[in-house]
């Protein structure tokens, strides 16, 4: 009964989202200031993870292709096909769940234990369309961008450690980069990406929209969330790898 209970809550709450704005400019004020702080706020730490993401995969990759038939183009396939298919999307969005999820229920959780939220109820405005909607709108369009980035980045950081353990050139690793290359996993790639971002956004929106308490409960609500976005982002994981590939 539980389940259902935040299942239909849950239900309800996105079906409020959606209603006309009162006033078109806050909104876009309010979905561009999200756009931003998501973005510029987990950057850096997507760096440094996609970074050191593909130089593992450079590493390890290598270190199992111990047979002289097999080709060092090879390992660039893998790398390239490891990061755009898994790393990025999943591993990157599992560690926004911690950083922009937690943030984002921390955000809504204190303004519920400081009434704000109802206050802005009693002046006749949908806080669930003003407050919550532009995390989720901020949320799908910064989150893709910063898995772009992280592919791209997993790359060019399998690509420098492969040179500077010796593993393989630069000039080998760019041949086997362009070589079987299916433009459909880029594709899914973006599916994950977009899936991934509603479930951070909006799960941890919910856990902290619909906070009782005090404080305790605040940081309570942020550690539901990252749970729950992490259980749910590796089973959609499984869910679109069946479905789609």
């Not at 004020?29 to 440094?48: L, S, T």
């Not at 997993?154 to 080998?172: K, N």
């Not at 899936?195 to 919910?206: K, L, V």
């Amino acid at each position: 009964m539980t389940f259902l209970t935040h299942l239909g809550t849950y239900l309800l709450m996105l079906k409020g989202m959606f209603t006309k704005p009162e006033n078109w400019r806050m909104y876009w004020k309010e979905f561009m200031h999200q756009c931003v702080e998501i973005g510029i706020g987990a950057f850096p730490i997507v760096v440094v993870v996609s970074l050191f993401l593909g130089a593992v995969t450079t590493v390890q990759t290598a270190y199992q292709m111990v047979s002289p038939l097999v080709p060092q183009t090879t390992i660039a396939q893998i790398v390239r096909d490891s990061i755009i298919l898994e790393f990025s999307p999943t591993v990157v969005s599992i560690v926004l769940a911690g950083v922009v999820g937690s943030k984002i229920a921390s955000e809504l959780g204190n303004m519920r234990i400081s009434e704000q939220i109802d206050a802005l109820e009693i002046m006749g405005i949908n806080t669930r369309n003003y407050l919550i909607l532009p995390k989720i709108l901020g949320a799908m369009v910064a989150i893709p961008c910063l898995i772009t980035i992280s592919a791209v980045l997993g790359i060019w950081g399998g690509r420098t450690a492969g040179d500077m353990a010796g593993i393989l050139s630069t000039d080998i690793f760019d041949m086997g980069l362009r070589q079987n290359l299916n433009y459909y996993n880029i594709t899914f790639a973006f599916y994950k990406a977009y899936s991934f971002a509603f479930i951070i956004s909006s799960i941890s929106a919910y856990f902290g929209y619909n906070v009782k308490g005090g404080a305790l409960e605040i940081g309570r609500a942020s550690t539901s969330a990252v749970v729950v976005s992490c259980i749910l982002i590796l089973v959609a994981d499984y869910l679109l790898a069946a479905l789609l590939l």
